[in-house]
Antibody, heavy 124, light 106 residues
Framework: EVQLVQTGAEVKEPGESLKISCQGS????????IGWVRQRPGEGLELVGL????????RYSPSFRGQVTMSADKSVSAAYLQWTGLEASDSAIYFCARVSRLGGVNGVGAFDVWGQGTMVTVSS | DIQLTQSPSFLSASVGDRVTITCRASQGISTFLAWYQQKPGRVPNLLISGASTLQSGVPSRFSGSGSGTEFTLTISNLQPEDFATYFCQQLNTYPTFGGGTKVEIK
């Protein structure tokens, strides 16, 4: 079974650092992109960016570039999303998702398998 | 960036109704469009890729159509478990999501 398992909920104070993970299993992690998606309470889905499992190549959405860092470690089939100075506005659920080759271009297709989400709360 | 506009953002319907949600792209995206369903407190679930290809396990009352800039998701014979929020996503260029359509019980 293809699965993505994410870090549990995190509570941090403004200015703190955080790194959350997404552990893949049941498929060849190093041949797929992973997408990170933010969902603030009561809001829609925003793509943070894409990270390739094989070589940690990254593509950031414009509004997230410089705000977060994505990486991947194929030796442990895990992708990561990290912050060095959290702000209250970073409070959200963060999902990771496998980027399939379904219905897309250049190997970037629909997001077919999702992690359970990591709730990040930033509050003083 | 390609912008996706979903309409309506909210709709109220009854069990058994036929429901149509529209997703418009700011420029042509061929059929590189996916639809997702998200129930409250749950993870998004891929329903349709390639504008009209139903994913395995998705009930046949769901259907997708369109190409270019206008797409529709239709749910025929709405069931209680279909009350959820639906998102479109374009995959022609760097992926982006539509704003979502919440389907509630009338």
């Amino acid at each position: 079974e293809v699965q993505l398992v994410q870090t549990g909920a995190e509570v941090k104070e403004p200015g703190e650092s955080l790194k959350i993970s997404c552990q893949g299993s049941g498929y060849s992690f190093n041949t797929y992109w992973i997408g990170w998606v933010r969902q603030r309470p009561g809001e829609g889905l925003e793509l943070v960016g894409l990270v390739y499992g094989g070589d940690s190549d990254t593509r950031y959405s414009p509004s997230f570039r410089g705000q977060v860092t994505m990486s991947a470690d194929k030796s442990v089939s895990a992708a990561y999303l990290q912050w060095t100075g959290l702000e209250a506005s970073d409070s959200a659920i963060y999902f990771c998702a496998r980027v399939s080759r379904l219905g897309g271009v250049n190997g970037v297709g629909a997001f077919d398998v999702w992690g359970q989400g990591t709730m990040v709360t930033v509050s003083s | 960036d390609i912008q996706l506009t979903q309409s309506p953002s909210f709709l109220s319907a009854s069990v058994g109704d036929r429901v149509t949600i529209t997703c418009r792209a700011s420029q042509g995206i061929s059929t590189f469009l996916a639809w997702y369903q998200q129930k409250p407190g749950r993870v998004p679930n891929l329903l349709i890729s390639g504008a009209s290809t139903l994913q395995s396990g998705v009930p046949s009352r769901f259907s997708g159509s369109g190409s270019g800039t206008e797409f529709t998701l239709t749910i025929s014979n709405l069931q209680p478990e279909d009350f959820a929020t639906y998102f479109c996503q374009q995959l022609n260029t760097y992926p982006t999501f539509g704003g979502g359509t919440k389907v509630e019980i009338k």
